[in-house]
């Protein structure tokens, strides 16, 4: 079992930036993918951004490409999505993700509102 708790959340102004946190805890963190989701009202949910078990390997969607950041850090069971530049579209509730063993996206948080203001 993986707990997963998305902090960071909020209101902002178009142009500006915001820091996701997801803290995990139950597994071995360092061995299991991440990623980021984000569900905006009528619309599917959809990944923003992943990251590799080590770090050393991400993708992001192209609608966040070159503005988004994934990271992550093993010792402290966090993964971070640093978003610049931030846009309308952007709002939606985002969601962690944790993929254990190749097989999925099988443990989700319980998302974090994000509203970025025109």
């Known amino acids: 079992q993986v707990q997963l708790v998305e902090s960071g959340g909020g209101l902002v102004q178009a142009g500006g930036s915001l820091r996701l946190s997801c803290a995990a805890s139950?597994?071995?963190?360092?061995?299991?993918?991440m990623a980021w989701f984000r569900q905006a009202p009528g619309k599917e949910r959809a990944i923003v951004a992943a990251i590799n078990w080590g770090g050393g390997s991400s993708y992001y969607a192209d609608s966040v490409k070159a503005r988004f950041t994934i990271s992550r850090d093993n010792a402290k069971n966090t993964v971070y999505l640093q978003m610049n530049s931030l846009k309308p579209e952007d709002t939606a509730v985002y969601y962690c993700a944790a993929d254990t063993n190749g097989a999925g996206w099988g443990y989700w948080g319980q998302g974090t509102q994000v509203t970025v203001s025109s």
């Open positions: 139950g597994r071995t963190f360092s061995s299991t993918a």
